[in-house]
């Protein structure tokens, strides 16, 4: 191989190189904001408040013909 060509061969593998490290990048930037990760860190996690649903409870189980009566 010529020293022109062997030139031209390595300036092509270093463009690669530098492509898959930004498609690499890319990714991982992309990846690391998904929304199931976001989930799981707990990011829309609220404090639940269960006061409405037992008081739902609560008359359901007065209604006519429930446990009580």
Known sequence: MTEA???AAQ??????EKV???AREGFARVAEG???DKIKKGRFAEPVD?????????ASRRAPGGPEH
């Open 50 to 58: 269960h006061s409405a649903g037992q008081g739902r409870d609560e």
């Open 11 to 16: 300036q092509a593998e270093d463009r690669l």
């Open 5 to 7: 060509a062997r030139k």
């Open 20 to 22: 898959a490290k930004n």
């Open 34 to 36: 998904s929304f199931t």
